[in-house]
């Protein structure tokens, strides 16, 4: 049988999106195109994948994002030419520096339209730079063996979720006409499925008595972070832990040696004097300030970095071996010889239970403010809830307020590149992966850089509690010494007030409003919309000075105590 163009560049796109199927791809996000067609029919008419429409490609990319990051399977993306192309960058990026797998499919124009003034055609051979694993410019579809869209598919999966896991970009030219033929379902592709995922290497860890984990934000997988767990306590190593690093909250710290104070202990004279033989980081860069300035002050001898994306952050200069594994894995295959010393552990969890004291004096006496969400989220959201924290100031109010607890909770974080960009996005992408209550935590900049992600998540019926600590601006500037000078407008130059009524957004979008003042009201509003159906905003103003002296106050508590 002989295939006119049309056929022949469909037949092709169904075999490439039956082989992503086949690999593991279950879901595309699609933004809709004319140009981009062909991509889009004939991966809605691929057995197997689930199609979503976004109507925003930021949003889009980031739903994909959160979408990758709660099921650990690679997600595709689809759009049209020209500048929608371009709005994936920001999504991108944060998969790129997190190891998130994404398999980015831009349409492009034909290479005869290129460079001619044809409309929404612009440069996209390697649109998105060195933020991607790999960049394939394709041949115009119908030009293309249907063995080298099999191959391509394959490969795109393989190198999204290799040993350094990340996104990859297609962009594929297509000649018009872009509408389908009818559909033949009588071929069979000779398919194959995802190849197993690579060994990694021995590594056997230096025979020191004094050590000291850093968790950084991962995504781990629950047998990980038992592995994790495990390795610190059969070491007698402390292990201080980012809150998105999946480590503070779960079984596994029973009897652990995990820490959540980091932040308050690094910053210490004590912890000066507590320099270990050898810190192993594990996963990205803490949230933690003080644990890079720690280590710009002390340089220990030793600090390993295992990573298994590619980061190996060091901003202090201090790494001195970069071990390129998935930390989970390597925990559970890393040779040791414990070298146990109740001293040096005790030290850490008696440093942290008097971290943890000061903690609760300074909350107990502070009015309502950012402590009080993150307290209120630590002990009311049920058991398995996963909790998206947004950048800025609310990591960092998780960071310093949320203890370890034995209640399971998913944390998610954008931080591989640290930005506000579609966090709200990322959120309605994790809760459509999961059947379990999904709560957003986030400031009002974030909430207002985002709000076509409350349209996502209107649109596909999505379960959401977002709780918005109200500011008026950009708190986390309030920290800068700049905040104090009288000879710069601080306000206008940095805290960025908006003056809008965050509570309008509720009858906008359809969502249940729940006005916040104090912590009881909190709790109701939190007992009154987590795993309830619908979109449920609970709006919380808050102030952004009070924060800072709060997060100060209880720095100045905690450095009094350790040098007593």
């Not at 109507?55 to 030419?81: M, N, Q, W, Y």
Request: net charge negative.
């Amino acid at each position: 049988m002989i295939l006119s163009d049309q056929e022949g560049m469909y037949e092709s796109l169904q075999g490439f999106f039956a082989q992503l199927q086949a690999a593991g791809v279950e879901h595309v996000a699609v933004s809709p195109g004319s140009r981009s067609t062909p991509l889009t029919v004939t991966a809605d008419q691929t057995d197997g994948l689930e199609i979503s429409i976004h109507l925003d490609e930021r949003s889009g990319g980031f739903f994909a994002l959160g979408l990758a990051k709660a099921t650990k399977k690679p997600v595709a993306l689809i759009c049209t030419s020209g500048t929608a192309a371009a709005n994936y960058l920001p999504a991108v990026i944060e998969a790129f520096h997190s190891g998130t797998p994404l398999i980015v499919l831009t349409a492009d124009r034909p290479p005869e339209l290129q460079n001619r003034g044809a409309p929404q055609t612009i440069d996209q051979v390697n649109l998105y730079g060195t933020h991607v694993r790999w960049f394939h410019q394709a041949q115009v579809v119908d030009t293309e063996s249907l063995a080298d869209s099999l191959a391509l598919a394959r490969s795109a999966v393989e190198i999204s979720t290799g040993m350094e896991p990340g996104p990859v970009h297609i962009n594929w030219p297509l000649r018009e006409p872009l509408e389908p033929p009818e559909i033949n379902a009588e071929i069979v592709f000779p398919l194959q499925h995802q190849k197993a995922e690579s060994e990694i290497f021995n590594f056997e860890l230096p025979d020191v008595e004094h050590g000291l984990f850093v968790a950084g934000p991962m995504d781990l997988r629950p047998e990980d972070v038992t592995a994790i767990a495990n390795l610190s306590k059969s070491l007698g190593w402390p292990l201080i832990a980012d809150p998105a690093s999946g480590l503070r909250r779960g079984s596994h710290i029973e009897n652990s040696h995990i820490i959540a104070t980091g932040e308050l202990l690094f910053g210490s004279s004590w912890a000066d004097q507590q320099v270990p033989d050898l810190v192993v980081q594990l996963g990205g860069l803490p949230t933690s300030k003080s644990y890079r300035l720690w280590l710009e002050r002390n340089l220990p001898k030793q600090v390993f970095s295992v990573d298994h994306v590619g980061r190996h952050p060091d901003p202090a200069g201090a790494v001195t071996h970069r071990i390129n594994a998935h930390p989970g894995e390597w925990a559970r295959i890393v040779s040791r010889t414990p070298q146990f010393s109740n001293e040096w552990v005790e030290g850490w969890q008696n440093a942290d239970s008097i971290a943890r004291s000061s903690l609760k004096e300074i909350v107990t006496e502070s009015v309502f403010c950012n402590h009080s969400i993150v307290e209120a989220l630590s002990q009311q959201l049920p058991t398995n809830t996963s909790l998206v924290v947004g950048n800025s100031m609310a990591i960092r109010d998780l960071d310093a307020f949320f203890p370890v607890h034995s209640k399971p909770l998913s944390i998610y974080a954008n931080r591989g590149a640290n930005g506000i960009d579609g966090q709200v996005s990322t959120a309605v992408g994790i809760a459509h992966a999961t059947s379990s209550p999904t709560v957003l935590f986030i400031g009002d900049l974030t909430l207002l850089h985002d709000l076509s992600g409350l349209m996502t998540a209107r649109r596909f019926d999505q379960n959401l509690t977002v709780v918005v600590a109200d500011n008026n601006g950009g708190g986390i500037f309030s920290f800068l010494p700049i905040a104090a000078s009288s000879e710069v407008d601080y306000s206008r130059l940095f805290h960025t007030p908006h003056n809008l009524n965050i509570s309008d957004l509720g009858p906008l979008l359809g969502a249940n409003l729940h006005e916040v003042s104090n912590k009881d009201d909190l709790v109701h509003a939190l007992n009154a919309s987590v795993g309830h159906k619908g979109i449920h905003l609970i709006h919380v103003r808050v102030d952004a000075e009070t924060n800072v002296e709060i997060h100060r106050s209880l720095i100045q508590a905690v450095h009094a105590s350790l040098t007593i």
